[in-house]
C-alpha cells in the first residue's frame, strides 16, 4: 500500500533515498510565469515523486488514502463508484482496499476521458452528467446497490470566481443526488468542494439523508488550495425519506 511521504522531507526513491534539491524552472518565450510555477511545484512536490515511485496514477492517490486510513471507509467486500476516475488514482486505491483484485469486492470508475486499464476495475468511459450513466451504473452494480461513492470531480475553470463556483457546485450536487439514490443504507459519500463553498443546500440533503457529515482536509491536499472535501458516513436509505 502506498506510503504517505515524510511532510518536508524528501522521498526514498531508486536513487536511494538521497536528499532531492529543488528544482527551479525558468519561464521560457511559450511558457507564461503561471505555468512556470505550476511546472516547478509539480517538480518539487514530495507526493508526486513518491506517486511515480510506487506506480500510483496520480499524486490524489494520496488523499484517498490519507482519508481512508483516518474513517476506515474502503473495507474488504465493499462496492465502489468512483465519479471522475480519470487517471485512476482513487479507483486504483479503492481496488486494492476493498480486495475487488481478488473478486471480493467491486470498483466502477467513470469518466469522459480514457482511463487505461486497471486491475479489479470496471471502467466507463461516459460522461457522469450524460443522462444515461445512472442507469449504466446501476446495471453495472452486483444487487444494483454500492457501499461508497466517490467524487473527485472538478469542473473546467473560466477564471470567474462566481462562474467557477456554480459550476463545481453543480457537480457536487449531482453527485450526492445520484449517491442517495444508489446507496446501501450505511454506505458513505465523499466528495470534492472548496472553502467556503459548500452550499446551504446541499449540506442540508446529506444531513437528512447521512448520520454523519463532515469536511475533511488530508495532509496530501496542498495547504495553499482551497480544496476540500465533504464526507457523509451512515445513510440511512427509505427512513430519511430521501428529500432533495
Known amino acids: 500500500m502506498a506510503k504517505r511521504p515524510k511532510a518536508g522531507g524528501s522521498v526514498s526513491g531508486p536513487d536511494g533515498g538521497r536528499r532531492q534539491l529543488k528544482v527551479r524552472v525558468k519561464t521560457a518565450r511559450k511558457r507564461s510565469v503561471s505555468s512556470a510555477r505550476w511546472l516547478e511545484r509539480q517538480l518539487n512536490d514530495p507526493y508526486v515523486k513518491s506517486a511515480k ?3 500510483l496514477r496520480s499524486r490524489a492517490a494520496y ?8 474513517y476506515r471507509l474502503l473495507k474488504p467486500g465493499k462496492r465502489v463508484i468512483d465519479l471522475g476516475a480519470a487517471p485512476g488514482g482513487w479507483s486504483q486505491i479503492a481496488a486494492e482496499r476493498v480486495k475487488s483484485i481478488t473478486g471480493d469486492g467491486q470498483v466502477i470508475g467513470i469518466d469522459y476521458l480514457d482511463v487505461e486499464p486497471l486491475p479489479g476495475v470496471t471502467l466507463l468511459k461516459l460522461d457522469f452528467m450524460d443522462e444515461t450513466a445512472e442507469e449504466v451504473l446501476k446495471s453495472s ?11 473527485d470531480m472538478a469542473a473546467p475553470t473560466v477564471g470567474h470566481t462566481r462562474t467557477d463556483h456554480l459550476r463545481i457546485m453543480g457537480l457536487a450536487e449531482a453527485a450526492a443526488h445520484f449517491a442517495i439514490d444508489v ?3 450505511g454506505g458513505a459519500f465523499l466528495c470534492k468542494v472548496f472553502q467556503g463553498g ?8 446529506l444531513k437528512r439523508n ?3 457529515v ?5 495532509p496530501a491536499s496542498r495547504s495553499e488550495s482551497a480544496e476540500l472535501y465533504v ?3 451512515g445513510f440511512r436509505g427509505e427512513d430519511a425519506g430521501l428529500q432533495g
Do not use: M, Q, Y
Request: charged share 35%.
Open 53 to 55: 515511485h510506487e506506480g
Open 63 to 70: 488523499k484517498l488514502t490519507e482519508i481512508d486510513d483516518k
Open 141 to 151: 452494480l452486483r444487487g444494483g446497490k454500492a457501499d461508497i461513492v466517490l467524487s
Open 183 to 185: 446507496l446501501a443504507p
Open 198 to 205: 459548500t452550499e446551504r443546500e446541499l449540506l442540508d440533503l
Open 210 to 212: 447521512f448520520a454523519v
Open 214 to 218: 463532515r469536511h475533511v482536509k488530508p
Open 231 to 233: 464526507l457523509a458516513t
